[in-house]
């Protein structure tokens, strides 16, 4: 699901403990320029069962062209099952930030 050219918001919560690991691996492979971790607290029902946990929501920014490979990698370093990965498309921003974005995800960042 490549989106060439855009700055992409990939949304995934995890477990407190995994939080900081996942996303300092995913700024270290370069396939993000930064993820925001911020304790949330995730109701719903898994498995028939209802659940109220304490989580932390991963906000991670990049580019159309790595949303596969940020995909790829956060199913691999998660812990869940059926983890959350939401890809949301920027249609507008401060400019000097996503260029940074784009900047930051490149090869040779």
């Given at each position: 699901m490549s989106m060439p050219g855009q700055t992409v918001v990939i949304l995934s919560t995890a477990p407190a403990s995994e939080s900081a690991a996942m996303a300092r691996a995913?700024?270290?492979?370069?396939?993000?320029?930064?993820?925001?971790?911020?304790p949330v607290r995730s109701i719903y029902r898994w498995?028939?069962?209802?659940?109220?946990?304490?989580e932390h929501l991963l906000i991670a920014k990049t580019t159309g062209e790595k949303v596969?490979?940020?995909?790829a990698a956060i199913k691999a370093l998660h812990p869940y099952e059926i983890p959350e990965i939401i890809a949301l498309p920027v249609i507008?921003?401060?400019a000097p930030y996503l260029e940074w974005v784009q900047q930051a995800t490149e090869k040779d960042a």
């Open positions: 995913l700024v270290d492979r370069g396939l993000v320029a930064c993820v925001n971790v911020m498995k028939g069962e209802f659940c109220d946990d304490q596969d490979e940020v995909i507008a921003g401060h």
